[in-house]
């Protein structure tokens, strides 16, 4: 119980720290004769500007400087410069299939993911019996724990005895191929993994379609119809313009988070001659092996490559993203 | 183009009726709709069928859907295998504590944005939105360092006080979409019958969002309750473990064998809550997602 006290007390006086200094704020603001609502309104978002320079730019900035050097934990960080990536670049050996296997993964799992989301979404908007009922079968993946759902992918692979493998067995068997050993043979874990993200295609994803498509405006399918546009026309002309904005951001959000991934990979616990996910080697580099200057250089190398690829989505989407509010 | 000579002939050819189009495009979607649920839940079903059987049944060929004995002391069994209990404990205690820091400082700070005007606001919020887009591991390692110069490792600290300062930039802007849409009239009869800041917010805003204030609790509580990594790298005393971290450990290393009929009994206990919370809260789920899905 000790030391859920502590940390309780710690909370209750931080809490009420960021209280008084919200006030603190606003009546210093009034002193300085800014105006009341002016005041009031920077007291109220205080604890997120001092959460934003705490725990976001100091550490952005630490971390810039942190992959330029050599730290251990023990001695005080050293300046090596550009030393680090150096060295990934030329004779680290981990950091080649790493960066293959995050991206290959992120390609792979994001334009099914978005499209696959998108199209369960349209056949969710037709107005089928139960419904409802299918909805929420579609949102179990979503619910259900990250690490439950890499055990039960894990259980599910499972060379011997695993589901997936007693079904797909046959099938192998036939080709002369015998049955794949999913997490330990190199060549099946990025099939492994895209097959645990297709089952989560559903979703968030899929319930914020939902709600775009029923927000485009029925009359023009109908005009559309009357012009005698077909569905594949009017779906292509109508239905991915409209939800095109949509698209964007899950294509971008799809981005980060699958270059992230992190829970599954650690429970599901795949050979390492497949390549670690990046996030995972950053996590051993860093906290097991206590490397956290090369760490941090594995990681500017990571939010480099999420940086790029976001604003290539972001230039190319005045292209194909239509805001309807732009009319104004 | 014998099926236009067809349609001149006698009107339509069947597929080109409208009515047998329709139906057939219903059909198919049903089809789909079904073989689509039948997968989702297939994987779900096996994880509680296995965590029912005997161990010798786990890996029976062919495989057994329908547990025969049924098995529920494996539950009690792979719950004590570990101080379990303990670690549901400081999961929960996690949760209470996050809970209340998020709600707390995520509602105040869209409360700001949504409605007082004050110079580079707009601009803040972009920076608000844009560190939505920042990945965690470039601030993981300085982040640790900071904690560590506290001397609050092997705390539940670092778990819990980043939410007072409004952790989540998703739930910020979702609250303050929210609050956007309700009229400023309301607040403005309250500020002539001189309500003050506090009281317009807590007695007029609260209770109006409260469907979204109920999607950002079920949101956090599912992002502690899936939190690993955090954890992970925060704890080292197995008592003070959490249900993800106490899994991880009793998985045991890639050498052992996992007890697979005790893992998939902790799958479906850790499912369970979730799963409940859901049910419970669907529509507010939902609505929560929707509003910031459009707007966004």
């Known amino acids: ?328 | 183009m014998s099926q236009v000579s067809g349609a001149t002939a006698g009107g339509l050819a069947w597929w080109e009726n409208r009515r047998v189009r329709d139906r057939i495009y219903k059909t198919v979607s049903y089809v789909v709709v079904i073989a689509g649920a039948a997968v989702l839940t297939i994987p779900f079903l096996w994880m509680i069928s296995s965590s029912l059987k005997p161990s010798a049944a786990v890996f029976a060929s062919p495989p057994q859907w329908i547990p025969d004995p049924v098995m529920w002391r494996n539950y009690i069994d792979a719950w004590t295998a570990m101080p379990f209990t303990r670690f549901l404990f400081n999961t929960v205690f996690i949760i209470a504590l996050g809970l209340t820091g998020e709600l707390l400082s995520t509602t105040v700070v869209a409360y700001g944005f949504a409605r007082y005007r004050f110079p580079g606001r707009n601009v803040l919020f972009v920076i608000l939105l844009s560190t939505m887009m920042l990945p965690y591991v470039v601030t993981l390692i300085p982040t640790f360092l900071i904690w560590r110069s506290l001397g609050l490792i092997n705390t539940f600290d670092p778990l819990v006080i980043g939410a007072i300062f409004a952790w989540g930039p998703f739930h910020i802007f979702l609250l303050r979409q929210f609050m956007l849409t309700v009229p400023v009239q309301m607040e403005e009869a309250a500020l002539v019958d001189g309500a003050n800041t506090m009281q317009r917010f807590g007695y007029i805003m609260i209770p109006l969002i409260r469907p979204a204030l109920l999607a950002v609790g079920v949101f956090t509580f599912q992002a502690f309750w899936n939190d690993f990594l955090g954890p992970l790298i925060y704890l080292n005393d197995m008592t003070k473990y959490t249900m993800n971290l106490g899994i991880y450990f009793f998985m045991g290393g890639p050498a052992e064998a996992p007890q697979w009929h005790w893992l998939m009994a902790m799958s479906t206990l850790l499912a369970l809550p979730v799963l409940l919370l859901f049910f419970l809260a669907q529509r507010y789920f939902i609505e929560g997602l929707t509003v910031t899905g459009i707007k966004g």
Do not use: C
């Open chain 1, 1 to 328: 119980m000790q030391p859920h006290l502590a940390t309780g007390f710690r909370f209750i006086l931080v809490l009420g720290g960021v209280v008084g200094l919200m006030v603190v704020v606003q009546r210093l603001l009034l002193l300085l004769r800014v105006r009341r609502e002016a005041a009031t309104g920077y007291a109220l978002i205080t604890p997120w500007l001092v959460g934003f320079l705490v725990f976001t730019s100091i550490p952005m900035i630490a971390s810039a400087y942190l992959s330029l050097t050599d730290y251990n934990i023990l001695q005080p960080p050293t300046w090596v410069g550009l030393e680090n990536f150096r060295r990934i670049f030329n004779r680290d050996i981990d950091f080649g299939p790493a960066i293959r296997i995050t991206l290959l993964y992120a390609f792979l799992s994001v334009p099914i993911g978005v499209a696959g989301a998108l199209f369960i979404a349209m056949l969710l908007a037709n107005d089928l019996k139960g419904i409802g009922v299918y909805r929420t079968i579609y949102y179990l993946p979503t619910v259900l724990p990250e690490v439950a759902v890499a055990l039960l992918w894990r259980w599910i692979f499972n060379p011997q005895a695993g589901l997936l493998n007693r079904i797909i067995g046959p099938v192998f068997r036939i080709f002369g191929m015998s049955r794949p050993d999913w997490f330990g043979d190199p060549t099946y874990v990025l099939p492994a993994f895209v097959i645990i993200s297709l089952w989560g295609i559903t979703g968030v994803n899929m319930v914020i379609f939902l709600a775009a498509l029923k927000n485009v405006p029925t009359h023009l399918y109908e005009v559309a119809f009357i012009d005698g546009a077909g569905s594949w026309r009017r779906f292509w002309s109508i239905t991915i313009p409209m939800v095109s904005p949509v698209i964007f951001l899950q294509v971008v959000r799809g981005i980060i988070g699958a270059l992230q991934i992190f829970t599954v990979y650690a429970f599901t616990n795949p050979t390492p001659r497949a390549g670690k996910f990046m996030s995972f080697y950053i996590y051993q580099t860093g906290f097991q092996q206590f490397r956290m200057g090369y760490a941090s250089a594995l990681a500017w190398i990571l939010f480099s490559i999420i940086l790029a690829l976001t604003l290539v989505v972001l230039r190319s989407s005045e292209m194909w993203v239509y805001y309807e509010g732009e009319r104004k």
